[in-house]
């Protein structure tokens, strides 16, 4: 079996993963850019004195990673993590151990890791209150069944996509989430 720490090495770096991104880049950048981290000085000098890496499970096509990702390569910078990227449907045999609810490879999945390779946190696919919102948002379409079904869900994730690139809300929520799951680490 792979250790994490290989899973880690045969990563891509960022920059190298937003080069190749080719579905949701301009949002992904735009997130990014106008992102402005809060001065949490303490919790970036605890992380950096962690030394921890991170090994991002994630697709370019995925909405929530579209959101979460220009968010953590934020505190990724401040804190001193160490990211590789890896295609999720690349790499099913680390997803595979990373399933959500046991059933769903959702994505992104970060899995944050010591220097020995040891997981000691892993965060995704999305912050419990935008999971709250999405499952408001899908509850109101039609059965999958209904003629109709198709185009009303294609409406919704565009609204969502427009949703998570402009709702800075959103935003802070996810930042949130994410220092919630790495203090509790």
């Known amino acids: 079996m792979t250790t994490l720490n290989e899973w880690f090495e045969k990563g891509i770096n960022i920059d190298a993963y937003l080069d190749s991104m080719q579905t949701h880049k301009e949002n992904t950048m735009h997130i990014y850019d106008h992102y ?19 090994i991002v499970l994630t697709e370019d096509w ?5 959101l ?20 999720r449907d690349e790499n099913l045999e680390l997803m595979d151990q990373y399933l959500t609810n046991g059933k769903s490879r959702s994505i992104p999945i970060i899995i944050f890791i010591n220097q020995n390779g040891d997981e000691v946190a892993k965060w995704g696919p999305r912050a419990p209150e935008l999971q709250v919102y999405i499952d408001e948002s899908f509850s109101s379409l039609p059965d999958k069944d209904a003629p ?22 959103f935003w802070q929520r996810v930042y949130a989430s994410f220092k919630r ?4 680490a």
């Open 62 to 66: 995925c909405g929530d990673a579209m």
């Open 36 to 54: 402005e981290l809060p001065a949490d000085t303490d919790f970036f000098n605890t992380l950096r004195s962690q030394k921890l890496r991170a």
């Open 181 to 184: 799951g790495l203090e509790e």
């Open 68 to 87: 979460n990702l220009p968010i953590f390569y934020h505190i990724a910078q401040a804190g001193a993590i160490d990211v590789r990227i890896l295609h």
């Open 148 to 169: 109709e079904y198709e185009e009303k869900r294609n409406q919704m994730l565009t609204f969502i996509t427009k949703s998570y690139r402009d709702n800075t809300d």
